[in-house]
């Protein structure tokens, strides 16, 4: 589709037709067809930045934050640092009085870098090295959480001041395709058979961790409030079940994130809200069955507020109309910038960004630049019939793990992540040049070692 569709009239203003549940909120459709974010044309971002572009809008970003500090009062907000992160996206996520949550060596490098308090650091993952917990304690972050049995040990045996843990349990919920709930998986403990209870002592049997509560993850792109529900009366279950052996009362439950987004105009999303009601409702009743004090909820949304922060900006290249009415629109990014749609056959808004067009609209397939087979970005698009190589592409809802996920492939540099707000766009991180890729090459001596 053109974004002129998509728009009553062309004016310098935020156009309740674009469609909020997808775009950034700040963006809109100016009198020459631009697409603008943060009050900067796309043709302006391009110009000023190249292609293919990662731009977030910073005022979005923040929004999203704010509304779950909303909707949520009574909870503590940790932004997953995993589906965006830089030093200045860690320093927003700051400013509004959320943590970070990491899960590598260079996510907690760079929250420290953006200045987040490390009392308000997080850090996961299913398989912490040595060297990441000796520089998360030495960073003073706020709880570690346990993932595995050889982690505890691990980390019982390098600390030498208490340090604030929680166990990852895994509770007895399918929540669909991509789901943490279920039992056969890589990540925490299961609840049902005592694996999470066996942990739970373990670590309370070592002098220097601190057991603070329970974190669960229940999968990605969850839209059904009820089964964070469900999470809370099996975690609180066993939360009591801790108390009555060893009269302890944790007193956190984090609840983790993936909170479904829309990438396309109808498809479902969480509502914040619905979750307070939900979380609300069903913690009280919980603890009322089991005479359990209310601990406190942590949630850890990323994607939903990260993702619609973001588009991607590619520049046409190429046109081909095959003889059977296809038409493949081939852009200068791919699959080294977007790994989403090989990897998780994600599906995106694709837009016209640079003009208004009167032509028709017909089918496209947008193909990026590698030379791979399912290198695509986005098939069965509506774009407009005389798109012509030069124009600009806006694919929508890229902010969260496409900047994160990106990669060298086909010695391509990953492009530059900039942020636009109030008129005014700056690079957060600079394109990867080729000379940043020689730069590791230890070069060639002219000779093989095998021949000499």
Not at 168 to 174: E, K
Not at 187 to 193: M, N, T
Not at 276 to 303: E, M
């Amino acid at each position: 589709m053109t974004l002129f569709e998509l728009v009553s009239s062309p004016r310098h203003e935020v156009d309740s037709h674009l469609d909020r549940a997808i775009w950034p909120l700040s963006s809109y459709v100016d009198g020459r067809g631009r697409l603008c974010v943060g009050g900067v044309a796309a043709t302006e971002l391009a110009a000023s930045f190249g292609t293919p572009a990662y731009v977030v809008d910073e005022d979005d970003f923040r929004t999203r934050i704010r509304d779950y500090r909303a909707a949520l009062p009574g909870a503590e907000v940790i932004y997953a640092g995993r589906a965006l992160l830089s030093a200045a996206v860690a320093g927003w996520a700051a400013d509004e009085g959320a943590g970070v949550d990491v899960c590598s060596g260079g996510e907690l490098a760079t929250a420290l870098t953006g200045e987040v308090p490390p009392a308000k650091i997080i850090l996961n993952g299913n398989a912490k090295t040595a060297g990441e917990l000796d520089d998360a304690v030495a960073a003073g972050v706020g709880r570690i959480v346990i993932d595995t049995p050889h982690e505890i040990a691990l980390l019982a045996g390098r600390v030498r001041r208490r340090q604030r843990v929680l166990i990852r349990v895994i509770p007895d919920i399918d929540a669909g395709a991509v789901s943490g709930g279920v039992l056969d998986q890589k990540f925490g403990f299961a609840l049902a058979g005592g694996q999470a209870y066996g942990a739970v002592k373990r670590v309370l049997d070592q002098p220097w961790l601190d057991l603070v509560g329970l974190h669960c993850q229940l999968g990605s792109q969850l839209a059904d409030v009820a089964l964070y529900g469900e999470a809370i009366r099996q975690v609180i279950a066993s939360m009591a079940q801790v108390r009555d052996r060893h009269g302890i009362a944790l007193g956190e439950l984090n609840l983790g994130g993936g909170h479904a987004v829309p990438y396309r105009s109808g498809d479902p999303q969480l509502d914040p809200r619905a979750l307070g009601a939900v979380i609300d409702a069903t913690l009280q009743s919980a603890c009322r069955k089991y005479g359990y004090p209310q601990p406190r909820i942590v949630i850890q949304p990323g994607r939903a507020i990260a993702a619609r922060a973001g588009i991607t900006l590619y520049r046409v290249v190429a046109v081909k109309r095959q003889s059977d009415g296809r038409t493949f629109v081939a852009v200068d990014g791919g699959m080294s910038d977007n790994p989403r749609v090989a990897g998780a056959d994600a599906k995106y808004t694709v837009a016209l960004a640079n003009r208004h067009s009167c032509a028709d609209t017909t089918l496209v397939t947008v193909v990026g630049r590698h030379c791979e087979a399912g290198d695509e970005i986005a098939s069965d698009v509506e774009l407009s019939a005389d798109i012509h190589p030069g124009d600009l592409l806006a694919v929508a809802c890229t902010g969260a793990y496409h900047y994160s996920m990106g990669s060298t492939c086909s010695q391509v540099g990953r492009p530059p992540l900039v942020a636009a707000a109030a008129g005014r766009a700056r690079e957060l991180v600079r394109r990867e040049t080729i000379a940043d890729l020689l730069a590791r090459d230890r070069g060639w001596s002219g000779r093989s070692e095998a021949t000499e």
